[in-house]
T-cell receptor, first 118, second 112 residues
């Protein structure tokens, strides 16, 4: 199956610094990727849709200047958490959809990146 | 409002038994529904999906049932194994945009 890779898997940073998380589709091209956030024992919350070559589409309540998304190529999307604070500590997960002729809903998810802000 | 929710937060079954995980949704405009499995510390893994014009779909050891009348979705796992222990999420999609709206999740624990 399709593989989506995230890096880093874990990152610890000091409050006020910025952290970049990469999401790569390894064996397919993804014109669209999605970024989710998940707090412990909670569900995934969609943050934004990353569109190759254009601006990301953010969900309501997600700060665009706080969570910068860049989708510069068909295989790479990055999420940068700017001026991180402890409340930004979370599990960030990206996903990408392989184009299906039947329009099915199979999304492939990365392994997630756990961010801890001290 | 739009929501996808689950009836029970936890489910414990004996190895070899069948498991049934339920999900209620409120958006009747959804095009298809998906079940995901998430193991601890990992990203969700696609299990099976079903289009809104279907009532049932079977996969390997899994069956998804969709009841549009009562807006209910269920995942049946046959002969549950310890490796099935995980959190299961139902999700809904509209159109081909690909993004999924996730429900709260049910933690399945399989006892040996």
């Amino acid at each position: 199956g399709a593989v989506v890779s995230q890096h880093p898997s874990r990152v610890i940073c000091k409050s006020g610094t910025s952290v970049k998380i990469e999401c790569r589709s390894l064996d397919f091209q993804a014109t669209t990727m999605f970024w989710y956030r998940q707090f412990p024992k909670q569900s995934l919350m969609l943050m934004a849709t990353s569109n190759e070559g254009s601006k990301a589409t953010y969900e309501q309540g997600v700060e665009k200047d706080k969570f910068l998304i860049n989708h510069a190529s068909l295989t790479l999307s990055t999420l940068t958490v700017t001026s991180a604070h402890p409340e930004d500590s979370s599990f960030y997960i990206c996903s990408a959809r392989v184009r299906a002729s039947g329009g099915g809903g199979e999304l492939f998810f990365g392994e997630g990146s756990r961010l801890t802000v001290l | 409002g739009e929501s996808v929710g689950l009836h029970l937060p936890t489910l414990s079954v004996q190895e070899g038994d069948n498991s049934i995980i339920n999900c209620a949704y409120s958006n009747s405009a959804s095009d298809y529904f998906i079940w995901y499995k998430q193991e601890s510390g990992k990203g969700p893994q696609f299990i099976i999906d079903i289009r809104s014009n279907m009532d049932k779909r079977q996969g390997q050891r899994v069956t998804v049932l969709l009841n549009k009348t009562v807006k209910h979705l269920s995942l049946q796992i046959a002969a549950t194994q310890p490796g099935d222990s995980a959190v299961y999420f139902c999700a809904e999609n509209k159109g081909n945009a690909g993004k999924s709206t996730f429900g709260d999740g049910t933690t399945l624990t399989v006892k040996p």
